[in-house]
């Protein structure tokens, strides 16, 4: 079930950060797509054991996804820190693209709207982050880069279903075009992440794939963040009333 419109179309605010982000995604996916192939090496680490296999790897899809993908094990020992945020932008197909923007055009302009571009921005990179710590602590020793924007896509899915609450959407079931719900489908996605989140977390080993934990909390962080978006609002409403 993928968006293929606008939930609740912006009003008054044109959504240009919406359109920043969007577009920061797929220069990068360009920039991948650019390079060259190569055989694939078992674990990142192998592509700089030396400087031979350094200069072998140059200008690879494996090289700059391991350059700038999360790792857990090196984020779980301090390093690379900055690559939970770089994560973010890097796609290495373009069905992974297409899905994740999907999503995010369909319910970030409303949300852009609501919290402004920069509220829309710290949104983004809250959820990914934190998404992105929460596959490290499920999997500290996990090896394989991670990648992708569906943990910063799911918090903007998260304040959406708060601050959209009548919206419709049109998805594409199968073949089929339909308007539905936004609650609904937004509801339906994150009872399903729940659940694959618990089965992976019941596992004796990490199952790998897809990190459902990540748009498990990446979600409710853009439940967290709208609600306390609204009290603060309401603080401030008092203060200011006379």
């Known amino acids: 079930m993928l968006p293929i419109g606008l939930s609740a179309p ?5 959504p240009w ?10 220069a990068v996916y360009v920039r991948v797509a650019l390079l060259r192939h190569a055989a694939r090496a078992l674990y990142c680490t192998d592509l700089t054991e030396s400087p031979e296999a350094l200069r072998r790897a140059s200008d690879t899809v494996q090289l700059f996804v391991c350059q700038y993908g999360a790792i857990p094990d090196d984020i779980h020992e301090g390093r690379h820190l900055v690559t939970l945020l770089t994560a973010l932008f890097v796609h290495a197909s373009w069905f992974h693209l297409v899905s994740n923007l999907l999503f995010f055009v369909a319910f970030a302009p409303r949300v ?3 919290l402004g571009s920069l509220g829309l921005l710290g949104l983004f990179v809250l959820s990914g982050v934190v998404g992105g710590v929460a596959h490290v602590l499920v999997a ?6 991670a990648i992708g924007a569906s943990g910063a896509v799911a ?12 919206a419709t959407v049109r998805v594409l079931i199968g073949p089929v075009p339909m308007r539905l719900p936004s609650r609904f489908v937004i509801g339906l996605w994150a009872l399903l992440q729940a659940a694959y989140t618990a089965w992976s977390l019941s596992r004796a080993e990490y199952p790998g ?19 306390v978006w609204r009290r603060l609002r309401r603080s401030s409403d008092l203060v200011m009333a006379p």
């Open 10 to 14: 912006p009003r008054l605010h044109r």
């Open 17 to 26: 950060m919406t359109a920043v982000l969007s577009l920061l995604c797929v």
């Open 112 to 114: 852009e709207e609501d």
């Open 140 to 145: 500290p020793n996990l090896v394989s880069p």
């Open 155 to 166: 918090g903007v899915m998260g304040a959406h279903l708060l601050l959209a609450r009548g």
């Open 209 to 227: 794939g897809t990190s459902y934990e990540v748009h498990a909390v990446g979600f409710a962080v853009g439940l967290l963040v709208v609600t």
